[in-house]
């Protein structure tokens, strides 16, 4: 052999040694039992992941692996998808943090926007913000960088706000132009379709054709209408109805948000809400519906007060608030009328049932976690004037019983039915409803290991691959190869949650690792600080960013 075919002989070896060492997998999951998200029977096997994806489920060889964890005890399942997680606003920030009350619950990606949402901005708020349109917005995301993924909806109340104001006049043609063009920005941009929040001013005074003209602009780019209804108590029904109708002559599918049946009066309408939601999925219509494992709602103090009070604006309210012939006419309003969202009367007309948390008055800012009742016995005062004196204040978030645990099971059970926390990311101070914390280990805690209204398959389904269907994730929500390596580690025998209203910031428990797009996000209780979420953006996208 000569000289040259030696050496080369001796380089060719190093590099084929070189290349049998080269890890094959990024991680592997080892010994876990797998519960893939489409509702099978679980099994056990390894799961190996490589650039974000899932590689292998069944024997992947562990020596060829940067990691192995071992999942011996955990069920190993698809990240958990909140369709109610309100703003990611704060990732741009850098506040990335703020996203552990969701990683310690197995949550790998949210639904943002309830009839607001982050973008568009009114012309005056870009400066503050960094951004003016959706796409900008998606931008300013992407670059500052997010723990979790991030699906958008555009809120009609802010591009109601930004061209109408507070006003309860309807939109001109040349406003309602105005509108559809901002939600035509938005789709293009990646929004995955218009959401409204209707028991809330100024959308409470917007009309069923106003709302149908925006959505079906993100029907025309393949967007949903996601809907906080326009009552959820009285006229339930007919909300349901109109939303209905809004999806077929838009031709958009239709996502009810946090579907209940509010006040004792209207329990009884669970079975109807329910059969009317399956008789249009029967006739072809796309319908689903989300909700949160509690029987508290969670709303502003001013959703208490009769909407026409907020007709002139949220500045004109606070005047009203402290003039004593005001209050003494909403009084009479919440106490008599019915047929609007009437909050008070949905809760019995019983200050007990009415919990209080973030509360801006420093008078009562120390007695978050109590009821109205129970703050107005500490301070020797009348309820109906703690409540006036709270409200006029401004901020206090407000958490009236007004659901029954019967109703909650009956949607639960439904093939159609995801989960959400209706609070998404949320730093501690912000926070003031157990669900911030406690809503997808509550789920298995209380509905699967508890009473048995689930099975874990099921649970586990409708939190990930049924949601990942309604936010047009199709590469999320399932184990399988090629599919995107949202995943979460959990232990089912010790999964629960600990948050009260007493004490709404206390993490859940038995969430061991949660991977977002193939990176460990949560290990050993703990956010890892990295940042590999994604913008989900919708069908309309064209491509930009």
């Known amino acids: 052999m000569t000289l040259r075919c030696f050496v080369l002989a001796i380089v060719l070896a190093g590099a084929s040694s070189a290349g049998a060492q080269t890890p094959t997998y990024d991680l592997v999951i080892r010994g876990g039992r ?144 105005r509108m559809k063009g901002m939600v035509e920005e938005a ?15 100024p959308a409470v005074y917007a009309s069923e054709e106003e709302i149908t003209a925006l959505t079906a ?37 239709v996502h009810i948000f946090h579907l209940k049946t509010a006040g004792q009066a209207n329990w009884g309408k669970m ?59 909403m009084r009479k309003e919440m106490e008599e009328e019915t047929g609007w969202e009437n909050w008070y009367v949905h809760a019995g007309r019983d200050w007990d049932r009415i919990v209080l948390g973030g509360i801006a008055n420093p008078e009562y800012k120390q007695y978050g976690g109590l009821s109205i009742k129970a703050i107005a016995d500490r301070v020797k005062k009348d309820p109906w004037d703690v409540f006036f004196a709270i409200a006029e204040a401004g901020t206090a978030f407000t958490m009236p019983q007004t659901m029954s645990e019967a109703n909650k099971i009956k949607a639960m059970r439904e093939e159609f039915t995801s989960f959400d926390t209706d609070v998404g990311p949320a730093a501690s101070a912000i926070a003031t409803h157990p669900r911030a914390y406690g809503a997808f280990p509550r789920i298995f805690a209380r509905y699967v290991r508890e009473l048995g209204v689930l099975s874990l ?31 979460v580690l959990f232990d089912p025998l010790r999964i629960r949650d600990r948050a009260t209203f007493a004490e709404p910031t206390l993490p859940s428990e038995g969430v061991k690792y949660v991977l977002v797009n193939g990176v460990v996000v949560l290990e050993g209780g703990k956010y890892t600080g990295a940042k590999p979420g994604m913008v989900l953006r919708g069908p309309g996208w064209d491509g930009r960013k």
């Open 34 to 177: 797998i519960v893939d998200g489409t509702g099978a029977p679980s099994y056990r096997a390894d799961l190996a992941v490589l650039n974000g994806r899932i590689s292998v489920i069944g024997r992947p060889d562990t020596t060829k692996a940067r990691r192995v964890i071992d999942a011996t005890g955990l069920v190993v399942a698809p990240g958990f998808i909140d369709m109610m997680g309100q703003s990611a606003d704060m990732f741009t920030r850098g506040s990335a943090d703020a996203a552990f009350n969701l990683l310690s619950q197995g949550i790998t990606t949210i639904n943002a926007g309830e009839g607001e949402s982050s973008a568009p901005v009114a012309p005056g708020a870009a400066r503050a913000t960094g951004w003016s349109t959706m796409r900008e917005y998606f931008r300013r995301l992407e670059a500052a960088g997010s723990p979790l993924n991030v699906a958008q909806t555009v809120g009609h109340t802010t591009i109601r706000e930004i061209v109408i104001g507070d006003s309860a006049r309807q939109a001109s043609p040349a406003e309602l132009q």
């Open 187 to 201: 789709m293009q941009a990646g929004a995955i379709g218009v959401s409204t929040a209707l028991i809330y001013p």
């Open 217 to 253: 602009v993100a029907g025309q780019y393949g967007g949903r209408y996601f809907t906080h209804m326009r009552n959820e108590g009285d006229r339930l029904l007919e909300a349901i109805d109109e939303a209905l109708r809004i999806g077929r002559n838009a031709h958009t599918p």
């Open 271 to 329: 079975d109807l809400a329910l059969a009317r939601i399956r008789e249009a999925r029967a006739g072809g219509q796309d319908v689903a519906v989300d909700v949160y494992p509690y029987i508290n709602n969670g709303l502003d103090i001013r959703a208490l007060i009769h909407p026409r009070n907020a007709e002139a604006g949220n500045d004109a309210l606070t005047k009203r608030l402290g003039d004593p012939a005001m209050r003494a006419r």
């Open 457 to 487: 398959e099921a649970a586990v389904q409708r939190a990930s691959a049924v949601a990942a269907n309604e936010i047009g994730a199709y590469d999320r929500g399932r184990l399988a190869p090629g599919l995107a390596a949202d995943i």
